[in-house]
């Protein structure tokens, strides 16, 4: 059986903002490429600005203005050797057949998503009766369950969004994320402002639910510690580009890309007071980014040939991309 | 001022603050006795707390905006929510204060100039435009910044990481002996994250600047306070050496968030994923006569709800649990 689900082509895409005058292309997300499989959770790590969340749009086929799609694909794989070009698809076509019942979203700041007039039951009530065709009392035993391991009371079904804490809309979200049983779940920085011990049980569930159901979830964080306790493989992102996937025991033991071993060591650490070191200048405007590697004005170990080439993802060990001219050549 | 040299830096009296609201007064214990103390120069203090645990309403009563119910403040020695006038400009000088978004700090549409320049006019009382823009200059420096390279820019012009450097800069000026900092990294990428704590360090190491570093994240904590106070629901539950108790935990709520902390480290991931329960956060607790955390701990009984626990001092950490009393 084949088990990849989800594989992102060459996919270049970004937003188009009037300025002076002048139409702008931020170059958000350049010629990303992924294969995402079947029961995993993948992570994608980098920070603000690099085109974390709008890779995750797109993904999801979320295109709305300013947000294009310059080139590429993301392939739904439904069973074998039969894909399913998203991106190619009309808005109406990807509501109807791919969310919720393929693909859920959560999005970022998600706590604040809730429509503010309808009670939390009927949030799940419509999702269910449109996507599962589950009836009213099937529906509302299932509610409750999903809220009960989310260590929400059953009496909550009858609330309002806005009489709920935020950490409590959060579980709410996530849970009508994952009650139509989609086979990937894209989760945006879930549990970000959350306190940790909430935090902590959220991401146990997210865990618990995704071996459960043996499905595919892509979780965005800037969080790294996030993504090493949760996530199976990482894509580490730069200006738009991925520079580095491998499983997290490689990314967090091993790094081979410059950027991610610097990131990886400007992390405090509880129990280590060694001097930890930021990493100089800041990253580049994605309106004008640098020719060559993107992370070059930035790194250390710059060489002639970063300056002019850009790098391609190529696997220097088994499973373990990275983009860098420099260990490319060894 | 003639005890400033002998008395504590900072110490916080039995601190009580109650917010009132809704029709019928509900209160709201935001600080509930609160006691801490910054001995002297050169130390820096975390401030450790989750949202709602009153970390910044305690900020704003150092800083003086806020008074608090009962308790005192007192910064070598006086009383600050009852300063003379002279006595107040000098506290603003000598206390100086760094917020989580520097955006929010200057005004967009200013010079991040013009905020430096009347800091030093109004402040130390330089009037000659040169002698000014030197005093700058070298304090920007002293922080790896040039005068030149900020002069001209308005806030959107920087990074974030750069504006919390100039905002810095800027509560440098008056060559302040305490700084507030109100999660002052809390917004800004790892990579720069980790240059402006170094700069706290650098700045007690070079100047004997004391830092109050309020935040909710334990391994920045860590990696630089000497002290720390962990703050819930209004009360400090656990104060002392960083080192003794972030290393080892005695309050079961220190220990819950310990536990709780995700860490880049995917070998501590099975100890990170067993399981936990999930329970409401309550408004009672908020009102509880005894212990706030008792309604989630597990070694809670019938004493700890109803009567607060005392502060018991434990080697070099005061703890307020009754696990500890009579031992």
Known sequence: ?330 | MDNKNTAQLLVLKNINKVFRYGFFGFEFKALDKVNLTIEHEGIIYTIAGESGSGKTTLARIILGVHKPDEGLVEYKGKNIHSLKSSEARWFRREVQAIFQDPYATFNPMKKVYSYLYETVRSFLGFHDESEINEYINSRLLSIGLKLDDVKEKYPHEFSGGELQRIAIAKSLLTMPKLIIADEPVSMLDASFRINILNLFKDLKRRYNISFLYITHDLATAYYISDFIAILYRGTIVERGPTEDILRNPLHPYTQILLDSLPEPDPKKRDKYMKPLKLSEIEEKEFTVQGCKFSFRCSYSNEKCLQTRPPEILINNRVISCWLYHYK
């Open chain 1, 1 to 330: 059986m084949n088990d990849e689900v989800l594989r992102i082509k060459n996919l270049s895409g970004g937003y188009l903002v009037k300025r002076d005058n002048t139409l702008d292309y931020i170059d958000a997300v350049n010629d990303v490429n992924i294969i995402i499989k079947r029961d995993e959770v993948f992570g994608i790590a980098g920070e603000s600005g690099c085109g974390k969340s709008t890779l995750l749009k797109l993904l999801y086929g979320y295109v709305k203005s300013p947000l294009i799609i310059k080139k590429g694909e993301v392939l739904l794989s439904e069973s074998t050797n039969y894909y399913l070009n998203i991106l190619s698809l009309k808005n109406e076509e990807v509501k109807k057949k791919i969310w919720w019942k393929y693909i859920s979203w959560i999005p970022q700041n998600s706590m604040n998503v809730l429509n503010p007039t309808i009670r939390i039951k009927d949030h799940f009530l419509e999702i269910l009766r449109m996507h599962m065709k589950i009836e009213r009392d099937e529906a509302h035993k299932l509610i409750v369950e999903y809220l009960g391991l989310l260590g929400l009371s059953k009496d909550i079904v009858n609330a309002f969004p806005h009489q709920l804490s935020g950490g409590m809309r959060q579980r709410i979200i996530i849970a009508l994320a994952l009650i139509t049983r989609p086979k990937i779940v894209l989760a945006d920085e879930p549990t970000t402002a959350l306190d940790v011990v909430v935090q902590r049980g959220i991401l146990q569930w997210l865990g618990y639910k995704q071996r459960e159901l043996k499905n595919t979830m892509i979780i965005v964080s800037h969080d790294l510690s996030i993504h090493a306790m949760l996530s199976k493989r990482i894509g580490i992102m730069y200006a738009g580009k991925i520079v580095e996937i491998s499983r997290s025991e490689n990314i967090f033991e091993k790094p081979l890309h410059p950027y991610t071993q610097l990131l990886l060591s400007s992390l405090p650490r509880l129990g280590d007071k060694s001097l930890r070191i930021g990493i100089t200048g800041s990253p580049p405007d994605l309106i004008r980014p640098p020719l060559g590697c993107r992370f070059h004005p930035r790194c250390p170990y710059c060489i002639e040939r970063c300056i002019i080439e850009e790098p391609d993802l190529t696997e220097a060990e088994k499973d373990h991309f990275i983009a860098c001219s420099r260990i490319e050549k060894r």
